[in-house]
């Protein structure tokens, strides 16, 4: 056949093949390396296949995978019908196709997404790209409306088909707060049905920002931020990513959350994986239609139940050697503890050994969810709700004290300010 190099052969292979149609696309394309080559592909170097696969010149993870196994099939063949002894293809793993693509994409870092949003003449703009990057389904943005809001308890009432009667509730952090409390202040830009679907079909023509793009740009912000911690990226967190951002279909999610991608949008080198790169695509897509969401809260316990292993808690034990409130030194029983939290941080205060704690874990929680604090001399401040017995079971008293850095000192303030005086009455 015309463009097939080496046709007698490859229709001895092709006629075993379901999909003739699709393995003779490929032949067609690989003709030319062949041709310049003067050989067939099962000939080539493992080099000179590469270079195959770069030619192909495609910007698709999943075309650029199906090529590769096309042509992985047929040097397989080639191997049962003793015409070479490997076949050389095997020794690239599913998670090392993207460097074949071209035109490759940069996906949104969160810092990016805050840059392109102070440029948005109207805060429904900001906030309709804020919720997808946080995983906010399309149908469940449109079908949003003020009273599905609750400031007070940070939470978003989401519902996908009305006459379902199905609601789904989606914990949300300061800064998404603050963006639809400014949205539905704009009384010239509020929330209806009408204006929220011209809103989503505006930010889906924006280039670069177009609506998939923003969902996952949040898909890889999320995996880095599971991921960051511990150092590698696990089928576990990818099962959180799907289950956090369900319309991306699960063969989609093997494609866009590869190491590659995580390191290109936020030039990470420390991030690796601890399993084989592989996923099932069944159980993946089965997690994914469970519908349970992870909020910010969850989130920052999957960080910390890592934390027992991550640089972080590695530095603070080099300054600290057991719990700061109690006499606890054993490295199992002490947390690692974020005075401004994970979730409020930026990058750099994440992983600042100034913004930790080293505490046993009755006195991270109560740290953690603001019934203590410190002043400036380091004093604890303790919420009213929790009274002398109490406090006596727990070990606290108003006589306890810590020693605090500048820098310590700082974040402190934020966090007496933010988490303690907002709670100390209502804890």
Known sequence: MKNIYNYEVKEKFLQNQKSRKSYETVFRKTYRFEFDKGKDLYNFSFEELETVLYGFKHNSFSTIETYKGHISSYLDWCCNQNFITKN????????????????????????????????????IDVMVSQLLFIGVETL??????????????????????????????????EKTVGIIKKTIEES???????????KINYIGKVKPLKKNFIRDSGAINYAYILGM?????????????????????????????????IRYTYNEEKLSTDIPYQLELESLAIDATAQIE????????????????????KALLNIE???????????????????KPWSQSNHQERLDVNNGLLLCPNHDA????????????????ISNSLNEEERLLLGISKTTEIALNEKQKEY???????????NKNSN
């Open 321 to 339: 050697k057991k719990c700061r409130l109690c006499d606890v030194s054993d490295e199992r029983f002490l947390v690692a503890s974020h005075i």
């Open 229 to 261: 911690m511990k150092g590698g990226i696990s089928k576990k967190e990818r099962f959180l990513v799907a289950r956090k951002f369900p319309e991306i279909a699960p063969s989609y999610l093997i494609e866009l959350l590869t190491l590659d991608n």
């Open 188 to 198: 010239e830009y509020g929330l209806t049905d009408f204006l929220l679907q011209e």
């Open 366 to 381: 109560l740290f953690d969810k603001g019934y203590v604090s410190f002043d400036e001399l380091g004093k604890i401040i």
């Open 88 to 123: 050389d293809l095997n020794q690239i793993q599913r998670g090392n196709f993207s460097k074949y693509l071209s035109n490759r994409i940069k996906y949104f870092t969160e810092i990016e997404l805050k840059n392109w949003q102070k440029n948005q003449p109207h805060n």
């Open 294 to 313: 992870v909020t910010e809260t969850e989130k920052e316990q999957v960080v910390k139940a890592r934390i027992g292993q991550s640089t972080f808690k």
């Open 140 to 173: 469940e943005l449109q079908n949003l409306r003020p009273k599905d809001f609750d400031e007070e308890k940070k939470q978003l009432q989401l519902i996908k088909y009305p006459k379902s009667g199905s609601i789904k509730v989606l914990n949300i952090d």
């Open 412 to 422: 402190m303030e934020w966090h007496y300010r933010e988490y303690f005086e907002k």
